[in-house]
């Protein structure tokens, strides 16, 4: 079964500039998450979508930040404009959902603000 | 959000020890998870703890999900190098949004 992919792996912009991340998470996964973690801390949920729609995006700063999941398959993070404290890795995660709450994480895009 | 406190923050030990680490948190959670995160590399499932009390074994870890439903603990045996990453609990309120929390990261190093 092939993982969560998530591209690109890094991206280097400067600040006020925009970037976009793209995920697909694993097949027949029909919740998707997208985390934000800062180095030296753990990973801090942004977004859940279920199949295309908005679980709860409570923590995502909606003045910069931006998801989609149109499809309810793939998804895309928008960051307009970047600030230096959005370096971070961005890591996309999904799960079956139901009682089975596992949930399985992309290599991440490291995102480097200058 | 819910805070995590893992602990130690980061250990340091001889290849073939045990290594035990802890996650506790002043809120209640109903599942517990424990995940390993290498360098570059996004966070890998490791055990998931569904009910209070319960003792699970994956190979030479193993993890407890506590009585209070505040904490839990990961034990691995006979350590080698390539344990060596950051191990991050997660707890998890049940069903419906929002409801992982990951703790603060015990990092692992192991000495050959």
């Known amino acids: 079964e092939a993982g969560v992919a998530q591209s690109p792996r890094y991206k280097i912009i400067e600040k006020r500039q925009s970037v976009a991340f793209w995920c697909n998470p694993i097949?027949?996964?029909?919740?998707l998450y997208w985390y934000q973690q800062i180095l030296g801390q753990g990973p801090k949920l942004l977004i859940q979508?279920?199949?295309?729609?908005?679980?709860?995006d409570s923590q995502l700063p909606k003045d910069r930040f931006s998801a989609e999941r149109l499809k309810g398959v793939d998804s895309t993070l928008k960051i307009q404009p970047a600030k230096l404290e959005d370096s971070a890795v961005y890591l996309c995660?999904?799960?079956?959902?139901?009682?089975?709450?596992?949930?399985?994480f992309g290599p991440g895009t490291r995102l480097t603000v200058t | 959000g819910q805070q995590l406190n893992q602990s130690p923050q980061s250990m340091f030990i001889q290849e073939g020890e045990d290594v035990s680490m802890n996650c506790t948190s002043s809120?209640?959670?109903?599942?517990w998870l424990w995940y390993k995160q290498d360098p570059g590399e996004g966070p890998v499932l490791l055990i998931a703890?569904?009910?209070?009390?319960e003792l699970t074994s994956n190979g030479r870890l193993t993890a407890q999900f506590g009585i209070t439903r505040k904490d839990s603990f990961l034990n691995i045996s006979a350590s080698i190098p390539s344990d060596v990453g950051i191990y991050f609990c997660?707890?998890?309120?049940?069903?419906?949004?929002?409801?992982?929390?990951f703790g603060t990261g015990t990092r692992l190093t192991v000495i050959p």
């Open positions: 995660a999904s799960s079956r959902g139901g009682l089975q709450h596992e949930q399985y």
């Open positions: 097949s027949g996964h029909a919740t």
């Open positions: 979508f279920q199949n295309n729609g908005v679980v709860d």
């Open positions: 703890l569904y009910k209070a009390g």
């Open positions: 997660a707890g998890q309120l049940g069903t419906g949004a929002n409801n992982l929390f």
């Open positions: 809120s209640i959670f109903n599942t």
